[in-house]
């Protein structure tokens, strides 16, 4: 596996060299359009100098006179009639010429060097000098003259050289040290993954950097925290769901084991029997509601809309708890206009099911349970009752799963804790929202909104 530390050394390498190719052909093509013609008229310009001022201070011998030119900076070459050379100054690295070249500069033609590259300024070569024709001692040279850059820039080259190198190398270490601390927070990352898939939440990420790996951290921390959560709401719901067979297994033990071995009357068998009945009818409930949750938390596509009369669905409701609510003497007062909703028709007969029996469940003999429904941007479904209520540290709980407020004033009133949770969860997924308002002892309301499509 190629790392990113490498591949990014690599591209920031591959970078500096590629820049530094397409800077040395910028500097060419400014070199060839803007300063090559004026180089070589400059050096042209100092190769007439030398040849005019020839003699000029009085008679001099040639070769004395061409090697203090040398001296200040030049190298020279002359060809004589007889096609003989002598050099003056430093040595050329190559000395070749075409000898044709000698003779047209001979004739009287001047030789400008034709290097396409700009090396070819540095090239110390009789090819790169410039050439004119020379008269002394009563015959015509040729006069091949270019400056000694060696003497002239010597140590500005070795400067500039430095400098090149240095700026790489410098560059080379800063890459390598630096894309560490890129790559260093991303190998992090990958370390606290590997730490969540083994199921420790508490990693420290550096979330106060300012930039796109910092963002990073701290979302990735969120979503470690998020996890942490719901991987303690999973294990609280396993909990809980055990919780709440396992007692009224144990109580469905303990009776049959007293109606089969103990000695008892008819009636306590019949309520032993009674008992052993209810549970099993709360263990069976406490299985749908808990298939219904899993089906609402997974199928996206759960809610199956229709267009159907809202007030008709709540009557029906309102009777199918008849029987409880005769039996525990509780009214039922429906205000609802009639009214065409649409929704998922079982999904929300569910809702006000939960709803009523909810009220009737927490309502004392001769109260009212009132069902109010009004009409404005959201149909809003209002279930009242005037019974026990709920304290208001437990209001933001009541929608949890398995919260049963107030244990101790429930304890005759059986019931999962998941009937507000599933309630919520549909309304939820017909884009509603559910709120509950109470005042401990003078009942509470549960306001339903949908919006009205
Ligand atoms: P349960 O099946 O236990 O009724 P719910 O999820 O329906 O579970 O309700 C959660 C808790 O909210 C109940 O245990 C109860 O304490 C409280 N609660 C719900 N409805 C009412 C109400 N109408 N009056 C008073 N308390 C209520």
Known sequence: MKSLYSRIVVTFVLIALFSGVVALFGVNLYYQKSLKSYNEQKIFNIAKEIRSL?????????????????????????????????FYGAPFKRSDIDPSVVRRVQA?????????????????????????????????YALFVRPNMELQFGEVRILAGLLLAGTFLLSLVFIFV????????????????????DGEYDIALDVQRRDEIGNLARHFSSMAQALHKLDDMRQEFVSSVSHEIQSPLTSIQGFAQAVRNEPLTSEERNRYLEIIEEESRRLSSLGKQLLTLASLDKEADIV???????????????????????????????????????ADRQLLNQVWLNLLTNG?????????????????????????????????????????????????RNRTRSGSGLGLSIAKKIVQLHGGTIEAQSRLGEGAAFIVRLPHL
Do not use: C
């Open 54 to 86: 020839y003699g000029q201070s009085g008679p001099i011998e040639m070769r004395t006179y061409f090697s203090r030119i040398a001296d200040m900076g030049f190298q020279l070459y002359t060809v004589d009639e007889r096609m003989e050379g002598t």
């Open 108 to 140: 009287g033609e001047t030789y400008v060097p034709t290097s396409k590259f700009v090396t070819g300024l540095f090239e110390n070569t009789i090819r790169h000098s410039v050439g004119i024709p020379f008269q002394a001692n009563g015959q015509t």
């Open 178 to 197: 630096f894309t560490r601390y890129i790559v260093k927070p991303v190998e992090k990352l990958t370390a606290a993954t590997t730490a969540i898939v």
């Open 360 to 408: 009737i469940k927490f309502s004392d003999p001769g109260q009212t349970i009132r069902i109010d429904v009004s009409v404005n941007q959201a149909v809003t479904v209002t279930v009242s009752d005037q019974g026990i209520g709920i304290p208001d540290t437990e209001l933001d709980h009541i929608f949890e799963r398995f919260y049963k407020a107030d244990k101790a």
């Open 304 to 342: 199956k809309k229709s267009a159907y009369r809202l007030d008709e669905q709540l009557r029906q409701v309102v009777l199918l708890t008849e029987w409880q609510r005769h039996e525990k003497e509780v009214f039922v007062e429906l205000n609802a206009p009639e009214m065409m909703i649409t």
